[in-house]
């Protein structure tokens, strides 16, 4: 059953894909505020998948994120987040990014549930 408190954690190494460069957000070889926000919502939305019902999934729908420290190539990240609050079909998420030397990210995610059958073919409708 899907409720608050649920938590998740995802990490991953810090590569040349991640990198502001590559991303171009910026022109540094450092880890990418782009990076760090998709690592958010993948441990958002990977966080309540299996408390989902078959054939529903989340979509990302708001961002409010503080980068507060870079974080250089090869160092280990990692995402915690935690669902702090459910109204309807919204959930919002509390998630904090840290690298080796300690917090490098922090906000409020929010995501909506969808029936993704449904989300995907309305999507696909706007190239006709």
């Not at 409020?108 to 029936?115: A, G, L, T």
């Given at each position: 059953?899907?409720?608050?408190?649920?938590?998740?954690?995802?990490?991953?190494?810090?590569?040349?894909?991640?990198?502001?460069?590559?991303?171009?957000?910026?022109?540094?070889?450092?880890?990418?505020?782009?990076?760090?926000?998709?690592?958010?919502?993948?441990?958002?939305?990977?966080?309540?998948?299996?408390?989902?019902?078959?054939?529903?999934?989340?979509?990302?729908?708001?961002?409010?994120?503080?980068?507060?420290?870079?974080?250089?190539?090869?160092?280990?990240?990692?995402?915690?987040?935690?669902?702090?609050?459910?109204?309807?079909?919204?959930?919002?998420?509390?998630?904090?990014?840290?690298?080796?030397?300690g917090?490098?990210?922090?906000?409020?995610?929010?995501?909506?549930?969808?029936?993704?059958e449904k989300?995907?073919?309305?999507?696909?409708?706007?190239?006709?």
């Amino acid at each position: 059953m899907l409720k608050t408190g649920i938590n998740g954690k995802e990490e991953i190494i810090v590569n040349e894909n991640h990198s502001a460069e590559s991303l171009e957000s910026g022109t540094l070889k450092v880890f990418g505020t782009p990076a760090m926000i998709a690592l958010m919502e993948k441990t958002a939305w990977k966080s309540v998948q299996d408390y989902l019902e078959e054939g529903q999934g989340t979509v990302g729908t708001s961002l409010e994120i503080k980068h507060v420290s870079a974080t250089p190539l090869g160092m280990k990240v990692y995402c915690e987040s935690e669902l702090t609050g459910i109204d309807g079909k919204k959930l919002i998420f509390s998630v904090k990014a840290y690298d080796e030397t300690g917090l490098i990210g922090e906000g409020i995610h929010e995501r909506f549930i969808v029936n993704n059958e449904k989300f995907q073919k309305k999507t696909n409708q706007k190239m006709k």
